[in-house]
């Protein structure tokens, strides 16, 4: 079995010829190494999960770059006003909530929330459970990134974003230039590069002359099921992007069918994970446009790409400009938020990967531990007692007791409570 799964040639040729003739150890010896080099080991370097976030993260309060009709709240004040903070019930266990001001007239630009890491990374696999985005609704640009300083020389990864009706994700990379990726029919093995995918566009500079203006590399999904109504439908799912020297990949996958691994936080992508969604990669290398990213997530309005479509899109029926609807129209904005229960940064630690199939099967049954696991069992209970009890059951749900700093964290933020105090399940 091993001499078909590793394809490369004089390996293949000892560890089969060697295998009826020498002692199993020294085949194991020759295996191993070979995968050391052949395979990413990946170790979690940041849990931003839960209270760590809001600690992790910082608000952006500046005006949007991308001349949004937004205003973006300091931590403080979406604090007070309830735009930011955590959210309970349904798929949602204490998950990371970033809405929007739904009550307000906003003529100057409706209220809502932009956050960046503190911390810039190198490679990353970045592996997030959201439960709930902002897609779908007219006049709002939710994204979720990964940008570096000095744009577009370091280079900006758009991994989930949208823009008013669209009901398909669009994954982006905006560079400077030298970075074209090559279509899956190119001279490259085809079969390193399937995705499921469609290309849109492939030079990735923002100034490519044959693109327009700042279009970058772009591969839509074409499922339905990854942005907006249908992915928020269906519970959410896992959204993982790999970023190495060679390639970027992003991969989605609807609650209830993640990989084993991903619960049992060891994952192992190019193993177990099937064709991603999305794959970046040609013939030039990733580290001369992607230089120490931060991650962000934001909901914007109108502005650069939601406002300039606005006319062609269906929801121009409803007013005459973009920002006229969303200044207007603050009920329109009650789905337009983030609720996300787990987000990972796992780094290649260079140590082997063992891929020894008995090993695989421990790692699956230690699963029963693993965060989603776990989270899932919390969001029964949660579920279970939300309707008779909501506030032992925060309490309870975080498993810190009455006397705990849940409802304030220590990220400071108060949890979003939805009509009127009660924890409620996402409607
Ligand atoms: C958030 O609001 C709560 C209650 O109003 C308050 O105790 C807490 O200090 C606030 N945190 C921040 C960061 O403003
Ligand atoms: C939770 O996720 C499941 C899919 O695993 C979905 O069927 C269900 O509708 C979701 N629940 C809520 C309240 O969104």
Known sequence: MRCSILGFTLLVRLSCATRASISTPVVALAVSSFIRTAQAAYTLVDDHSGDSFFQNFEFFTQADPTNGHVKFSSMTEANTTGIAGFMDGGNAT???YMGVDTTSQ?????????VQSQKSYQHALVITDIVHMPGGVCGTWPAFWMVGDDWPTNGEIDIVEGVNDQTSNQ?????DA???????TSSKSRAAQVFTGSILTTNCDVNAPDQSKNAGCAITDDSGLTFGTDFNAQGGGVVATEWTSEFIKIWMFPRGRFPSDISSSQPNPS????PPTSMFSGDFNMDDHFKNLKIV?????????????WSTSSCASLAPTCEEYVSNNPSAFK???WAINTLQVFQDSGASKDTDSSSTQQKESAASNGKFIKNAAVTTHAEDRVLSEPDTDVERASGTGAESKWVHGPGGLQPRRRSGGAVLPKQ
């Open 94 to 96: 204490r998950a990371i």
């Open 297 to 309: 997530f934001d909901t914007t309005f109108c502005g650069d790409w939601a406002g300039n479509t």
């Open 335 to 337: 789905e337009a938020y």
């Open 106 to 114: 906003a003529p100057e630009g409706r209220g809502s929330v932009r």
């Open 171 to 175: 994954m982006t990379l905006h560079t």
């Open 271 to 274: 193993q177990n994970w099937g």
């Open 178 to 184: 030298g970075a074209v990726i090559n279509k899956p």
